[in-house]
């Protein structure tokens, strides 16, 4: 397995995507809001934006109704307040909403919710901040997301991390936390597993924050973490038992390809089918929906990162494979109710 490939974000390969195993498409009907996807442009690849987007959900042949755009360091304004900078990425997806909303590109709802980035411990700055990004989101804007990913491993930790451990127990992180709670806005939390814990206290310490778990806790096991897969499960799992006493936590589903490691996109002849994918992914997203219940969990593809390993069709396939003895009422909320209460968003964002 290439160790690297997770330090970094690759551009997919259309060539490789293009070998997926054909299949149906099951419950073409059942409406989805994908939690979590990106649009950018990270040159010198090509642009991820509405149309390529747009592209993906047509081919899947699911019923795709919405989306929630997740800040992804793109876009940002290049001059004023560095508080103020982050507001471009907001600028930006609401741009992208309204392209969508045109109806041009074929999907409609893509970015009806957007999740921003500001730093919590930006003190008294930080209300001005979160200020400017509902304004600017043309009433889109549902909350941030601040990454503390930190792991002794360098490569694990990758680019994409905190500068230090345990950010969500510093107290002007905490502060800013109850700013964002009292504004109305949710927080996205984004670690590697062995942070758990580090979630439960924030969720236990500031109860009146909506607190959204990312990728089911972004579970590792490559590098350091390879080859204890055993163990790995056991705190993973410990974890979530221990959110799932904290009723102001969601997860949401899947986006486990670059973190877990168990699949190697980059040796492999061709992307895995959809009962493959749930085959790797299943014990890392039942425990989820068992121990949270499937009115706080919600899928999500954390496109394009994850198409570096499957079509969008893949993904969707295998939440219902690994979903196919849940009730109808279940579903409801596994794929757009609980979206819905969380990121705040009617029936006509999607």
Not at 30 to 47: A, N
Not at 336 to 342: D, E, P, Y
């Amino acid at each position: 397995m290439n160790e690297h490939i997770f330090a970094t974000v690759m551009a997919p390969d259309d060539r490789f995507l293009a070998l997926a195993p054909e299949e149906p498409v099951l419950e073409p009907e059942l409406p989805v809001i994908d939690t979590h996807m990106h649009l950018w442009h990270r040159q010198p690849d090509p642009p991820y934006f509405v149309p390529e987007f747009a592209q993906d959900i047509a081919a899947c042949g699911h019923n795709v109704v919405g989306s929630v755009f997740v800040e992804c360091h793109t876009m940002y304004r290049n001059s004023g307040p560095d508080h103020l900078k982050w507001i471009g990425e907001t600028e930006f997806a609401a741009g992208q909403a309204a392209m969508s909303e045109s109806g041009a590109y074929g999907a409609r709802g893509i970015a009806s919710a957007i999740v921003g980035f500001a730093d919590l411990r930006c003190g008294d700055r930080l209300r001005d901040t979160l200020e400017a990004h509902v304004a600017a989101a043309g009433g889109r804007f549902r909350g941030i997301r601040q990454r503390a990913k930190w792991d002794a491993d360098p490569k694990v930790k990758g680019s994409w991390s905190a500068d230090a451990p345990h950010l969500y127990l510093d107290p002007a992180f905490r502060d800013g936390l109850r700013t964002l709670a009292a504004m109305g806005l949710s927080f996205d939390a984004s670690i590697y597993h062995p942070q758990l814990p580090d979630v439960v206290q924030m969720a236990r310490d500031t109860p009146e924050a909506e607190i959204v778990l990312i990728h089911s806790g972004s579970p590792v096991g490559h590098n350091s973490y390879r080859g204890r897969e055993a163990e790995n499960h056991a705190v993973w799992l410990d974890g979530i038992k221990a959110l799932a006493d904290c009723p102001n936590v969601s997860v949401k589903l899947g986006g486990i390809l670059m973190n877990l490691g168990n699949y190697d996109f980059t040796a492999a002849a061709r992307p895995p089918g959809s009962q493959e994918l749930a085959d790797l992914w299943r014990p890392y997203i039942e425990p989820c929906i068992e121990h949270l219940g499937a009115g706080r969990c919600m899928v999500s593809s954390n496109f394009p990162v994850d198409k570096c390993g499957f079509p969008y069709r893949t993904v969707w396939n295998m939440f219902k494979r690994i979903t196919a003895g849940c009730s109808e009422a279940e579903k409801a909320l596994l794929y757009s109710g609980t979206a819905r209460r969380v990121y705040k968003m009617a029936p006509q964002d999607g």
